[in-house]
């Protein structure tokens, strides 16, 4: 079928069901699944035709779950489907209706393309209504999706701006007294502390690691502290109906959905106001107009806000891509329409590039954020990034409180934030001012928000980039440089609140800097790259200073999580200008006293002291230029110097030839690269010294474990001679800290 479509260059429309395929088939679908992945994707690559399945019925199980599962392809599933996917193991009868039905399974985020009206069943819908009055009901039909991919276009259309909740937000506005805080880290301790401030009553959902946090420790009578559940934050964080749960069960009034997780998520926010919950943030329509980067770039268009020169549109394929590449000139940025933190990005320099470019970033895109479309702008070789906050309140008055120059980055993160442009001129700063002013107003946006630009330097031109529908991880720089609390007048703006008396003065200067827990590596080549160290504070100490603010979720005693971010702690100063300020930081830094994990802080500090810094005359290209010409020996071993116990070098077994291999990290200990794969090693295998034993990953990142790993200045395996793994000490997807014992080897 797949060769007969491309051959008539037609889409491929299938409607699916088990139909006993599972049963038929048996183990042998482990196999057939296989083959059809690699058939759906090479035609899809290939031929860029679109693959739609409409799920119906029991669609569990079997080869066909190739179908509905590849991401390539745009799956929908009819209204009342059953889809356990969990062929003879599981049945229906074990599972409860929200984790099988289609319907209710539509609301999670890279489920499906859609969910459609059943096409034999006209009351279906009703009936469902009838036994759940919230369950999630389809607008789109059969006929409706088809229309649309013969007319070509086939990719869902953008999510109407104007569609809002079905209830009224603005009659849920009102004094706040109990909110819930849908975030973790530096972030749940910021809020904390203004909610507090205010006299509210906190509850505050964490995931199970983070159960014991600083955030926690900050609640006091009458707050509350509720586990999510599970670990990962596809268990706790991202699980939003746990979140609904426990909102309606403690009689939150509002929810604060702190930043990233679900705080861009427009249907997190329509169903908060739909379950009569005060969402502290946008209308879910200015999150439909400004999260999809595709609909941002032309509300920017629409209102004579400069973009960056490119589609200005969804890509449909790879040829198209190449086409408007050769129109823009390379090299160019493909991007995902709701890529972030610095995944779904990738420079494309040359014609030949596109193709690989189109499908990896495709397939990421795809696999992070639950949707593969894609766009395409110039890439600005030589920029500063730019970001203007704005607030702005239901009765229409924003307010512009000031810009930030965010341009010390490291793999698109930023690391250092300040609260002016050394090189942005005046009249584009007024421009920058004036085009977040007119997005805001353009969109009624409600809230605190953040519109970012691009300073393209050798052309001296400023390019809108996007909007930030949340609160941002360095507003409190511009707190300090204008004496306004952003998180306050968030809760107050949610209450209904007038800003219009709200006066903006700027004055100082501040800037912040993000502590992370990272340890800098060299690699074969002398360049340095970052690893995290989750694990056991045993100093933490931040000495208070005048001018100066910390927001930390470390503290003595207390251990980083491998599982989230390695963000520990944020430091802002204020000075009267930029030198005080630069001046102030440094020194606060080198005040800091942490042992039991490595920080970021001797590259910072070294930042800070750097000529070409202090100048500002620099690019986002700054850092990686910066760590090329520093000591790199001196500051990688005062990161070393501070975490925990070095690596062992006595590992042998008393009485024995038996040698110890212990986790040189905390993490989450792998033995096999995947689920189906074999393990790594397994006892009585004999091995050379720079074989993978096992991975460990901590905070998104893997760290391949070999015995030449922990070779040094000091050599602990013999490299010349193979081992033989006596027993593996651990299991797959254990979590392990620094030390632990993993495998015991001998010479074999």
């Not at 679109?50 to 590849?70: E, M």
């Amino acid at each position: 079928l797949l060769n007969e479509c491309v051959e008539h260059r037609l889409p491929l429309i299938c409607f699916v069901s088990s139909g006993g395929m599972q049963t038929k088939e048996g183990p042998g679908a482990l196999f057939a699944m296989a083959v059809s992945n690699d058939r759906i994707t090479r035609c899809v690559r290939d031929n860029d035709l679109p693959v739609v399945i409409f799920g119906f019925g029991d669609c569990t199980g079997g080869s066909q779950a190739s179908f509905v599962t590849h991401p390539l392809v745009h799956t929908y599933y009819f209204s009342g489907t059953n889809m356990p996917f969990a062929g003879r193991v599981v049945v229906p009868s074990f599972l409860p209706s929200q984790a099988i039905v289609s319907n209710y399974l539509s609301t999670t985020p890279g489920s499906m393309r859609g969910l459609v009206k059943h096409p034999f069943s006209e009351t279906l819908d009703q009936e469902l209504r009838a036994v759940d009055a919230e369950i999630p009901i389809p607008t789109e039909t059969v006929e409706g999706v088809i229309e649309r991919i013969f007319s070509g276009s086939w990719l869902p259309e953008a999510v109407d701006a104007a569609a809002e909740s079905t209830v009224d937000g603005h009659h849920l506005m009102g004094k706040i007294d109990r909110v819930l805080i849908h975030a973790r880290g530096c972030t749940a301790v910021k809020l904390i502390r203004i909610a507090k401030r205010r006299g509210n009553s906190v509850v505050l959902v964490q995931s199970d690691p983070d159960m014991d946090s600083v955030a926690a420790d900050m609640l006091g009578e009458g707050d509350e502290v509720i586990s999510l559940g599970g670990q990962t934050p596809d268990e706790s964080y991202l699980n939003a109906m746990s979140v609904f749960a426990i909102a309606g069960r403690v009689g939150a009034s509002a929810l604060h959905p702190g930043i990233g997780f679900l705080s861009e998520n427009e249907e997190f926010a329509r169903a908060c106001r739909d379950r009569h919950i005060n969402f502290i943030g946008p209308w879910a329509r200015n999150m439909a107009v400004m999260g999809n980067k595709s609909n941002a770039i032309n509300t920017a268009l629409s209102h004579n806000v400069p973009v960056v020169p490119g589609s200005h549109g969804i890509l449909t394929s790879a040829e198209v891509t190449a086409e408007v590449a050769r129109e823009v000139g390379y090299p160019v940025l493909l991007k995902a329409v709701h890529g972030g933190g610095g995944k779904g990005i990738k420079v494309v320099r040359s014609a030949d590039e596109v193709r690989d470019a189109f499908m990896t970033v495709f397939a990421e895109a795809k696999s992070a954020f639950g949707n593969g479309d894609l766009y395409l702008e110039k890439f600005v070789e030589s920029l500063r990034h730019i970001e203007v906050q704005i607030l702005r309140d239901r009765h229409g008055n924003t307010r512009i409180l000031g810009l930030r120059d965010c341009s010390v980055q490291r793999n698109n993160q930023k690391i250092l934030e300040e609260s002016e442009s050394v090189m942005l001129p005046a009249d584009l700063e007024r421009a920058a001012y004036e085009h977040a002013r007119q997005l805001a107003d353009a969109i009624d946006y409600l809230g605190a928000g953040t519109v970012e630009f691009i300073y393209d330097l050798p052309n001296n031109a400023l390019y809108f980039m996007e909007m930030n529908t949340r609160l941002q991880v360095e507003h409190p720089v511009t707190e300090w440089t204008t004496d306004i609390s952003i998180v306050d007048t968030q809760f107050r703006i949610a209450e209904g609140e007038s800003i219009e008396a709200m006066e903006v003065n700027r004055r100082g200067y501040a800037i912040e800097a993000r502590v992370t827990a990272e340890k800098g590596v060299q690699d074969g080549d002398g360049n340095i790259d970052f690893v995290p160290t989750p694990g056991a504070l045993e100093v933490c100490e931040f000495p208070e200073m005048a001018g100066v603010e910390v927001i930390a979720t470390i503290a003595e005693g207390k251990t980083v999580s491998p599982f989230y971010d390695s963000l520990v702690a944020q430091v802002i100063a204020y000075g009267e200008n930029r030198e005080d300020g630069i001046r102030k930081l440094k020194s606060y830094l080198e005040s800091i006293r942490i042992r039991g994990i490595s920080t970021n802080i001797p590259v910072l500090t070294r930042v800070l002291d750097d000529e070409v810094f202090i100048k500002g005359e620099f690019d986002t290209g700054y850092l990686p230029a910066f760590l090329r010409r520093t000591d790199r020996d001196a500051m990688l071993a005062e990161m070393e110097a501070t975490g925990a116990t070095g690596q062992a070098t006595d590992v042998q077994i008393e009485g024995s030839k038996e040698l110890k291999v212990l986790s040189p990290q905390t993490g989450i200990f792998y033995s096999t690269a995947s689920p189906s794969d074999p393990p790594y090693v397994k006892p009585g295998d004999k091995i050379p010294a720079d074989q993978t034993l096992c991975q460990i990953e901590a905070m998104k990142m893997f760290t391949s474990v070999t015995l030449s790993s922990f070779n040094g200045s000091t050599v602990v395996y013999d490299e010349d001679r193979k081992h033989k793994v006596v027993r593996v000490n651990q299991v797959n997807g254990s979590q392990v800290n620094a030390g632990d014992l993993l495998f015991v080897v001998k010479p074999a």
